[in-house]
């Protein structure tokens, strides 16, 4: 069966620079979730979208932005990285579709570090 | 505030033993309760789930306990397997506040050979 995937699986940066991550839900999902992961730590919720639109933020610093396109994969953008937010990104989907509790799939994440 | 609590941190278990990961939560409005199995490296994969509208659910080798006065679930893992070793998450989510979830801390199991 086709699960989420995430690009790229690594991602290297330096302190102060832009980073772009990308989801692709699984076929006919409608919701994507952002989740982040510090060393040790459980996930953490970023930011939700549900049919494109953006549906829920949590704890999403404002130099991060996120969007759900038509195909509905979506991006995570994230500005003047900083050494903290080194971390995994994983991002969720599932199909909600007005039917209330979903049952999300996590992707295989992306490890970013930045330095 | 954690709203979810999971223990213990860790955990040992031999072959063939039964392994037992409580979690506690605060927000009444949950109404999905998951767990999931992390490898290290690799993303959260969903093991079994629950609603409050029943005590117990088994799939396998892996059953659920719900108290919902208590606000208390847990994971049972029946014939525990090296292969189980990982780290659970319990999670919670509420349909009226959008569905994401929140993680208790996670547990560290290690089942000996």
């Known amino acids: 069966a086709a699960g989420v995937i995430q690009s790229p699986r690594h991602l290297i940066k330096e302190k102060r620079e832009t980073a772009t991550l990308k989801c692709y839900p699984i076929?006919?999902?409608?919701?994507v979730y952002w989740y982040q992961q510090g060393p040790g730590q459980d996930p953490q919720f970023l930011i939700s979208f549900y049919e494109k639109m953006q549906s829920d933020k949590g704890s999403i610093p404002d130099r991060f932005s996120a969007q759900q396109f038509s195909d509905y994969h979506s991006e995570l953008n994230m500005s003047s990285l900083e050494l903290g937010d080194s971390a995994l990104y994983f991002c969720?989907?599932?199909?909600?579709?007005?039917?209330?509790?979903?049952?999300?799939?996590f992707g295989p994440g992306t490890r970013l570090t930045v330095l | 505030q954690q709203q979810v609590k999971q223990s213990p941190q860790s955990l040992i278990v031999q072959k063939g033993g039964i392994s037992i990961i409580n979690c506690a939560y605060e927000n009444t409005a949950f109404d999905y309760f998951p767990w999931y199995q992390q490898f290290p490296g690799k993303g959260p994969a969903l093991l079994i789930a629950i609603r409050p509208d029943v005590s117990e659910k088994k799939e396998g080798r892996f059953t659920i306990s719900f108290n919902k006065s208590a606000k208390q679930f847990s994971l049972h893992i029946m014939d525990s397997q090296p292969g189980d070793s990982a780290t659970y998450f319990c999670?919670?989510?509420?349909?009226?506040?959008?569905?994401?979830?929140?993680f208790g801390g996670g547990t560290r199991l290690m089942v000996k050979p």
């Open positions: 969720a989907s599932s199909f909600r579709q007005g039917r209330g509790t979903d049952t999300q799939y």
């Open positions: 999670a919670a989510s509420a349909t009226n506040a959008g569905n994401m979830l929140t």
């Open positions: 076929p006919r999902h409608d919701t």
